[in-house]
Structure formats: C-alpha cells, structure tokens
C-alpha cells in the first residue's frame, strides 16, 4: 500500500480512483465491509482503491473537551487499512487549514484534483468541510458536476439492531471486555508504545515484565489481568498482561500496561516499540494482603492464559514429555 501523508504528496500522474473517506478510528468490522466494496468496484471498473482519513479524531482540534479517546493512533490505523490491501491510503493532516476549508474547495482539491475519483463511497452520516457543512446530498450534486458517482454503505449489525462503532467498541474496552470489542474490531485490541524502564518489581517477583510508556497509541482496557500476546519486530509472544496502576504497592498514580511474556526471563525490550495485543479478561485488579499472597495469584494468573492462548507448561531440562 501507498501511504501519502498530505494532498500534495498524491502524484499528479495518479490514476483514476475509486475512494472511501472517513476517520476510520479501529478500522472496525464496518470500516473492513466498506473497504471490502471499495476494493470490489475498483477491480469492476479498473479504478485504484484508495481510502482518505485523518491523523487524529476532528474534535481532537475543533472541541476537545468533547473528543472521544480514540481506538488507535495514526500509525497503527495506517498498518491495519494496510493489511485490507487497498492501494493507498491519503492521510490528511486535520490543522485550521484544512477544518476551515468550503464544503466544495474540500472536494475539489481532495477528491477531484489529487484522486481523481470516480466513485465515491460514504455513510450516510458522512460530513465534511467548514463547520461540516456538506453532507451526501451536496456530495452528490458536486459529483454530477465534477464526474464522480457516489455511493451511500449500509452498517453493519452483527446483531441485527445496533450498528458496528468504535462508540459500541469504546464502551466495550471501558468494562475490560476485549473479546467483543475484538470480534467487532475484526482484529485484537491492540496498544502500541515504547517498553520503559518501571520499578522492576515484576522482576523481583519472578514475573519480569514489559512496561509501556504512558504516551502510548490505542485505547487501554480497563483495569485487570488479561490474556494476550506482545509483538516486537514481527515477532509475537504469548503474554499475561496486567493493567492498572498496582494497588497492592503505594505510589503507583498512573495507569500502566505491563505485560509477563510466558517462560521470558531474559528477553531485552528495553527502549522498543511493541505492540500489546488483548484476547480475553482474566479477571478484576485486586490489591492483596502482601507479596506471597500476590505471586501466588500471578501464578494462577499464568496458568489460566496459557489455554487460552494455545500454550503448554514447558518441560523443565532433563524431563521427557508425556507419552515418551
């Protein structure tokens, strides 16, 4: 996939295009059925498939009181509407300049001038230009006139009744329930952030883990244990992932991501950027009575990730395995 990161980076030789836009905050299920007939009409009609989003949620700029935290960060967005196999995606960058645009100057310089679209796929809550201005009926009269065509996606309602969100997802993060939020994701909830040196108490414990910094990109669940893996460089290990801010030890304020990979004691993530991905609650955050009671829980916390996760209790040296 190409990745242009601003109108001006579009080459000006760029083919005809078929193109999607939104803030496609997740890349959620629905996100994925737009892109998914997006991708169909371009190989029908021999266009380029290409989705136009923003670095940042609107409201990030325009009310930020009122902006919701978003599912993931830029980056990230651009490596899962990567992994759809569209052609490009044109990453706006949303400042003044570009919120303060008419409805009809976005069109034209994004849609028409840069894309050269042909067709044009939004829902029907689609707006855009100063003060969202234009909605599908004005993208439809400007289409008659510029030469595109625009067609309104259906949602997707897995349930029959409430449509995939990333509002639905955010709310299903917010009460630590990772694997609905994944299955209307169509992928793992997922943080990203540099390991950081932390108090090393998981060490001590026996349980060293990694820590991500507290800037780190896509929506936290809430407090507890979970099942999950930790990717770095392509490669993924099996993890069980604490989060909260360690209620059994004082001065811990913040919310941390902290995740044991499985049978790791050496492994040196130290100043990287990983992923953090979550597939199931293991339970609540608790503060316990003292260390032994809490390095028994983390015991049992492991032994209950590992068949979740397709893992096996490793063989101590010199011991044969079942059967043998």
């Known amino acids: 996939m190409k990745t242009f990161y601003g109108v001006e980076a579009v080459p000006r030789d760029w083919p005809a295009s078929a193109v999607s836009i939104g803030k496609f905050d997740g890349v959620h299920a629905g996100h994925r059925a737009v892109i ?58 949303f400042d003044r300049a570009l919120s303060n645009l008419p409805p009809r100057e976005f069109i034209e310089r994004i849609l028409v001038k840069a894309l050269h679209s042909r067709f ?23 289409g008659a006139e510029f030469g ?37 994701l169509g992928h793992l909830p997922t943080v990203r952030g540099l390991v950081v040196h932390g108090a090393a108490r998981g060490r001590e414990l026996g349980f060293p883990t990694a820590n991500l910094s507290a800037d780190s990109d896509g929506l936290i669940p809430a407090d ?30 913040q919310k941390q991501v902290e995740a044991y990979v499985l049978d790791e004691t050496d492994l040196d993530l130290y ?9 199931e609650r293991i339970r609540g955050m608790v503060a316990y009575a003292g260390i032994d009671p809490l390095i028994e829980q983390i015991r049992d916390d492991v032994a209950r990730v590992r068949p979740i996760l397709g893992q096996t209790v490793p063989l101590r040296p010199g011991t044969l395995a079942p059967g043998a």
């Open 36 to 93: 998914a007939e997006l991708q169909g009409l371009a190989e029908k009609e021999s266009l380029a498939a290409v989705v136009v989003t923003f670095d940042r949620h609107p409201l990030a700029l325009l009310s930020p009181e009122n902006c919701p935290s978003t599912l993931v960060g830029a980056e990230q967005k651009l490596d899962l509407i990567a992994e759809t196999g569209v052609d490009a995606t044109l990453l706006l960058k």
């Open 120 to 142: 044009v796929l939004v829902g029907r809550d689609f707006r855009f230009g100063f003060k969202g201005a234009g909605d599908v009926a004005l993208l439809r009269e400007l």
């Open 148 to 184: 595109y065509e625009v067609r309104m996606i259906d949602d997707v309602k897995p349930d029959g009744e409430r449509r995939v969100s990333s509002t639905w997802i955010r709310e299903l993060l917010g009460l630590g329930d990772v694997s609905a939020a994944g299955h209307l």
């Open 224 to 253: 507890g244990v979970y099942a999950g893996w930790l990717t770095d460089a392509g490669t993924r290990y099996p993890a069980a992932i604490s989060v909260g801010n360690n209620p059994t030890f004082d001065g811990v304020a």
């Open 271 to 279: 100043d990287r950027v990983v992923d953090v991905s979550f597939v």
